[in-house]
DNA sequence: GTCTATAATTCGATAGAC
DNA sequence: GTCTATCGAATTATAGAC
């Protein structure tokens, strides 16, 4: 059966996030994506350039996230763990992102861009140093994200969801909410 | 100047522990160690036999924990916080050995171990779910050393030492002593 | 649009002279 | 112990036929 060329692109960029997500930047191969998506290696390089923008490609995206200022403030690290939690889960790109970013510098500057323009925009109007907080959000968040789901270490790794919303969420809202204690 | 084997084979390791926790593994070549080294690839293998236990012997690690038990409770979280930024900070070994563990199944083992088995052990008498505890504690102090150290992502990576200690420690004092919020 | 063939590098590892 | 030379494999990327 013959596929369209975009039916191709959209298989390769499939293929591409999931072995990102597997083994990295440098281990994931033009090779190995073109043959998990049924293609030849050198459609891959027609279709996206090269390798950084084939990443590039793959690695779009958007935390989605909902508007922090409309949520009872009791509620907000509940709700952003869980948030985190569902969005790591659902799409194999924060997996990806995580595993390049520590070796590729084009990785680790989109990392930047989402775990701080994105939260500072969505924690603007609940402290006027939203940049901080929103990066202190990003060191748990991103930290249970390789506990969890790459480096597999421990019972962090093992529970439940909401077990995991359970211990985190006040540890968000405090670094959301409180009063800077630098000050 | 004419160096001894000894004195080779630890200018080889100090490169080693250099490289890898700048490039991470794949990306860290014997080639380049060898030159950091100011000595010959073929001394990297004679010595060390092969990469991976070039590695091994690279990112031997200890953490060095005090021990938590005798530390009055409300100075423990700021105690392993200020710890393990030092530890961070003194040293090239944390950052090659985090590096590695994303893309190196050897490396995360033993970032499991470290960051289970000896945090555990001083996290004993605490808590008796002292494996839960130390996973969560890791999930915090990783993540934090991901962002401040190899992502330099935001203002966490820019605050003096003291500003973490005072952001993150009631999170790990709340790990480690408070009641189980799931039971 | 698709694929074959291959160029140009780079890597880990080995053999062997000194 | 040290270094030269090199092998064999793997990689990204390109050229060009169909």
Redesign the interface.
Known sequence: MRRSGDQTKAAILSAARERFAA??Y??ATIRSIAADAATDPALVMRHFGNKEKLFAAAADFDLHLPDLSTLPRDKLGAALVDHFLRRWEEDDTLQAL??A???NEAA?ER??QI??SQLAVAAKGLAD?A??R???V???????G???Y????????E?RR??VV??LA??IE??LTAPD??A
Chains 1, 2 share one sequence.
């Open positions: 083994d990295g440098e281990r995580l595993r970013a520590v070796t680790a990392m930047r775990f701080t140093d940049e901080v929103a990066s202190l990003a060191s748990q968040t991103l930290g249970l390789l506990c969890r790459v480096l597999k270490l421990g019972p962090v790794a529970m909401a077990a359970a211990w006040p540890t405090r670094y204690p630098t």
